[in-house]
């Protein structure tokens, strides 16, 4: 499987991805302490990894500041969790009933 290249550099090999907007950085392009790009045209693109991507114009700005896929893993095991939780407290009710019912 072929690497992607740098965004800035088309003949080096990316190993870095900017958490601010998306692109695909070789390792002189990219910072390692903030994660993003050291150029200052690097701008969020609301949840777009791709810098040609429009679907999103017009719309207002996303109120985490660009950043929506950096924690997508953990609010997706929140989500299942919390499901999880509905579903026991909704079995212990029904149990509970149950139980106070002579069931």
Same mark, same amino acid.
């Given at each position: 499987?072929?690497?992607?290249?740098?965004?800035?550099?088309?003949?080096?090999?990316?190993?870095?991805?900017?958490?601010?907007?998306?692109?695909?950085?070789?390792?002189?392009?990219?910072?390692?302490?903030?994660?993003?790009?050291?150029?200052?045209?690097?701008?969020?693109?609301?949840?777009?990894?791709?810098?040609?991507?429009?679907?999103?114009?017009?719309?207002?700005?996303?109120?985490?500041?660009?950043?929506?896929?950096?924690?997508?893993?953990?609010?997706?095991?929140?989500?299942? %969790? *919390? #499901?999880? &939780? @509905?579903?026991?407290? +909704?079995? %212990? *009710? #029904?149990? &509970? @009933?149950?139980?106070? +019912?002579?069931?």
């Amino acid at each position: 499987m072929q690497r992607p290249s740098c965004a800035y550099h088309p003949n080096r090999e990316a190993h870095h991805q900017c958490l601010r907007c998306g692109r695909m950085l070789c390792d002189e392009c990219y910072d390692p302490e903030r994660r993003i790009c050291i150029y200052k045209d690097c701008r969020p693109l609301e949840g777009s990894y791709s810098s040609h991507d429009d679907r999103r114009e017009g719309r207002p700005p996303d109120p985490r500041g660009g950043q929506s896929g950096l924690n997508t893993g953990c609010r997706i095991v929140v989500a299942i %969790l *919390a #499901i999880m &939780g @509905g579903l026991f407290l +909704l079995l %212990l *009710a #029904i149990c &509970g @009933g149950m139980l106070f +019912l002579n069931y």
